[in-house]
């Protein structure tokens, strides 16, 4: 199960290049200016590529307190990948339509769903996990509870960040970054490492 | 043999995003109404994606089942894994002349072919397996007969599809789409959890 | 490195779907003659399936026999790679060339020297090896020259395919596909089969 | 970690494939001609397969040493995975932009910065798992110093390159192919053969 889940997430992320556009020349065009033009793509393949890794680390941080898995999971892991592998869409469509006045709204809203869909998946992948006792019996459940509140907060984040998209739409895509960051940016890590260190 | 085929069906799997097209904007047209209108690309997507998870379930399966592998056994998960790798193009084949008069016929019946040669391949594979003695010797003959049973009913399912779609091949289309879920739904144990837990 | 290897021989066999044309549809064209005249298309992705599976059991076979590697044989393992990633590239050039009178004797040599190069790579990688005692050391000479020998004929039939090529570039392309098929059968197992269940 | 990245570098490595362009023909246009008009493709196609295969082995060198992982080095490995899997885009704007005289340079810088940054990665990645010692106890601080011994050099060839590229576009080019190959190509090893061998 592990090596088509890192396939799968592996493949989404290196995919979503190939809708970066190299813009064409002639005509004196400026490359850098045309380029420019191109931010919401450049944005969109960034937010999915930070996005399928705060992902990644959270799945792989299930897999690894994981002691067996049941089929339910097996399925629900499925469901998961479904959501990862169909990222590059919305981000595609994100990059084409954030510099449109009528349809950024549409193609915001649509990522922003994606992207709670995969961490309501996480989540619900996580819980199934504890509730089936399918994680290592060492774990105290003031681990397991631990993990899940680092889990919770995106999920409400992104809801909110959906709703502002449907008034502020590119102000929701850069939410959708912060949300990214904020999971993959190990604070408590770093300040864990400080404090040992003085 | 496992990483080359999680591998493929990985790929396989995420490569048939590359196919769901951004309808072009401009001229007022309602962003909605386009993408409504490729409905068939949606629709081709998902079935190909659950076949694909239910295929790599199956495979799995059989894999865990396995306690080694001669020469014959890696040519036939080879060419599995051709049909596999194959699937995309009728996929998009199925996106594009869904709404085709004359071309659906065609498109959905080699879909179906696809298929059904997927479900061929796993079942040779298995019985093949199963002749052979590849199989962990600790496994009844009773669980082995329980496999075969379940995976024969699909083989049935496709081909009576392949039919009906000669002459309605939308409906042939929904009919993939529940016998991928009737393999991936596992009925069977959610019953069992239902009753142990009363 | 096997992780690698196998990755790269997946994708680029999966890859080659993308070059698989759904021809475009309107003014009354008939679905199957277009699909017809896309048969180079279609050959080009067989031969080249059969070929990357070709070389992806020789290369398994190897690594199969492998106690160790070094540094310079990871460097001959990478540019076998390079050989397998570049496939898809002549692949797509022959199913677009094979029809035109010029192009399809260049497209057919290329092709020729990409599959001969991997064939090529292969044996090197084997008898490098061999000479650097990588391989097994409960393994006698025996087995390794057995290993030899098979991996011989497929080079100088495609030394005499690319020549072939120069005059009837389609009769090459055939015979690419039964070099692959040769290696791929495993004639010897099945003889024996037969023998042993007699 | 090492299945997700492998998979990176070999999705990467194999999708610079798809931007080899196939020239269309007709008109009595001269097959080979018309490729030989690619060769800024070809080149860039080459210089980032060398590139992605020498940040491989150093890569797998590093991971090979690891006893274990902490979250900032997943972190860590994280960004130098964004750094792989973008490369195709500057890749390709490489081979687009390299015969225009205006955007040759542009191409050219951010190609390079992007070679550069994916240097500046892995040692990065070295030098923290040096200090945080995540890396086998058995290794002597002697071996420890002749891994970060070479990878410097590779990071003051790069910075000289990209400031060439500013005057020599193609120049740099080139040079990006020697800092790849020069990595790649083990002459430790070879000379230390040689002098066992005698």
């Not at 944005?43 to 792989?60: D, E, K, N, Q, R």
Request: aromatic share 12%; net charge negative; with cysteine.
């Amino acid at each position: 199960m592990e090596s088509l889940s890192d396939g799968v997430f592996a493949i989404a992320a290196t995919l979503l290049v190939l809708d970066l556009v190299v813009p064409a020349l002639g005509n004196g065009r400026d490359v850098i200016r045309e380029i420019e033009q191109e931010w919401p793509t450049f944005l969109a393949y960034f937010v999915s590529f930070a996005t399928i890794g705060m992902a990644w680390v959270a799945h792989a941080a299930i897999t690894g307190y994981l002691e067996r898995v049941d089929s339910l999971f097996l399925r629900l892991n499925l469901l998961l990948l479904f959501l990862i592998s169909l990222l590059p869409f919305p981000t595609r469509m994100l990059g084409e339509y954030l510099t449109d006045q009528h349809a950024e709204r549409f193609a915001a809203t649509v990522y922003g769903v994606n992207l709670l869909a995969i961490s309501v998946m996480i989540s619900v992948l996580w819980r199934y996990a504890v509730k089936e006792r399918l994680i290592k019996s060492e774990l105290e459940s003031e681990d397991l509870e631990s993990v899940t509140d680092r889990l919770t907060p995106s999920l409400i984040l992104y809801l909110g960040a959906i709703c502002m998209g449907l008034v502020w739409p590119k102000v929701a895509v850069c939410m959708y970054l912060l949300i990214a960051f904020f999971v993959l940016i190990p604070f408590g890590t770093i300040v864990r490492r400080r404090r040992r260190s003085t």
